[in-house]
């Protein structure tokens, strides 16, 4: 997510947030503060901080206070990450190499509870008892999505559900409470914060899938990662279920495994661009940005409503 | 912790907190469940219940509201000792295998992440902001402590501040904690309050060195691992640090790592027994344990207060 794409008005109040990242992430130990630093400049596109501010946008906006929020939301997401790149042994993020791969997975581990403990802190500061049910229950959501990812890996029978259900706790769930609390923070009614959830919650799916289909178009140097590596490791994504759609195809995808060859999988992933899942993929990520973009209509027609339209555009086309 | 030592009014309390913990860890994920229903059923002390329970017995008890804090308590001790497993390669806990070594790494992860945000879910019950400002912050300073714990392994010329450091962030603080949180919940004043953490510090301190010396005269019968496991795996604790002052011993034990045989491991507890570090541990964990009892003395005299003086004098002398 560009900076640019977003009102000016709102740069100042980001440019605090990635500051007060910089303070939460601090630690005296020096091995947990290298790590968690590196993470840190590795970057990330702060799309909770941004949904977070924006929501807020629509009741009483005090940065001082939905800062707090926009933290804590995106330390929970760094925090997974860690754990994530741990289950996945990936090397890289964002080009960066990973904790788990520069140290180990025990110092990942635990950076990630780390990371973690440090955005309770500042969910503390937030003083509606319901923005702490709505994170401790997103928080668990996120868990048993982990544990169902790892559960199913190389699954190749699983199905569309399957896959809806597990991108909607790794993804659209913690961009639909950042919706939430935003609106939570500012005292928006009731009922727009309902909606705000939802507009997150397409958003998050159609980013999710999105992501998923630039795992099979996006370059090497745009992913920081080869081409097809979720496919590799076992994550079977939106475009591999619907190319599995077809026999020949599903026997050549069942066959995957944490050894097969870069060689064999350039000649599988070419096959599935080819057999129009990839085109398939893109219909769905649609159809979750046009209900959002229709939550947003019924929106009071402010500035943040501009700028939301203008990042769901933005995640319908991005290439990276 | 034998309930048989407690009042037994708290009976029923206790009972219900048992329940409370089977439906906290409870997942539809079959994988997730599995794993957290062993960890409770190998059960433990629950002494973090004991004493926030016993602490709100200074205030306005009632059962239903510090029943939460109780199992909050109790679920970050719960999610630490699953990532503590993870980081020490332990394949056994209390005599049950446990979840890094029955599954794996990965699962254990996720398993304690599950766990921690369970707890989370519990202590949004708790409407005090300051419950749960204090309670993020023993959760960072826990995690801090496992860090450092990971850097002191094998460290042979740590001080004796270094460890004394390293288990009040392991123990000693969510003992203390458990004390404080007990008494907020239940209103207790602002100034019994802190007398309360300061008992929980002052117990926890002794508790855990008491665990340390067992770790060298228990019986693997009753530890439910080898005797002298935690100085094989590199975690130097009191009895060795003592030992150490002795030259001789010190060149002896700075050569112990991961591959040191059972029998040379054998050899070398037998002369730290021998050396007089055993007693000067205990003098320690006596010194603390008397710092509690002290503290228990300006406390207003009661029921709770006998029982909390019966637990630390169990503390003082317990063989398991």
Not at 113 to 124: G, K, N, P, Q, V
Not at 159 to 186: M, N, P, Q
Not at 192 to 216: A, C, P, V
Request: charged share 25%; net charge positive; proline share 2%.
């Amino acid at each position: 997510m560009k900076l640019s794409l977003l009102n000016s008005n709102l740069k100042g109040d980001f440019d605090l947030i990635e500051q007060e990242l910089e303070i939460a992430i601090h630690s005296k130990t020096k091995m947990l503060n290298d790590a968690t630093v590196q993470l840190l400049k590795a970057g990330g596109k702060r799309i909770r901080p941004v949904f977070v501010l924006l929501s807020a946008k629509f009741g009483t906006y005090d940065i001082h206070t939905v800062k707090n929020v926009a933290v804590a939301l995106e330390l929970i997401h760094m925090a997974s990450l860690v754990h994530d790149d741990v289950i996945d042994d990936a090397k890289l993020r964002r080009g960066i190499t990973t904790i788990n791969y520069q140290w180990n997975d025990k110092i990942a581990m635990y950076a990630g509870d780390y990371i973690l403990a440090r955005s309770l802190e500042y969910m503390t500061k937030i003083k509606q008892p319901i923005a702490h049910q709505i994170l401790s229950n997103a928080i668990i959501e996120v868990c048993i999505g982990e544990v169902e990812q790892i559960k199913d890996k190389y699954r190749f029978d699983q199905t569309l559900r399957d896959y809806l259900r597990r991108i909607k706790r790794k993804t659209a769930l913690l961009i639909a409470v950042s919706c939430e609390l935003g609106a939570v923070a500012a005292e928006v009614d009731v009922q727009m914060q309902r909606q705000l959830y939802k507009f997150g919650y397409f958003i998050g799916m159609s980013y999710q899938i999105t992501d998923d289909i630039l795992d099979f178009t996006g370059s090497e140097k745009d992913l920081g990662k080869p081409a097809g590596e979720d496919l590799r490791q076992g994550n079977i994504t939106l475009p591999a279920l619907y190319a599995m759609k077809n026999p020949k195809l599903k026997t050549l995808i069942s066959t995957i495994n944490e050894d097969t060859s870069k060689k064999q999988m350039d000649s599988i992933i070419a096959q599935i661009k080819s057999s129009g899942a990839i085109e398939q993929s893109h219909a769905i990520s649609s159809r979750y940005l046009k209900k959002a973009l229709s939550i947003l209509d019924e929106f009071p027609a402010n500035r943040a409503r501009k700028t939301l339209r203008e990042i769901a555009n933005f995640i319908g086309k991005r290439k990276y």
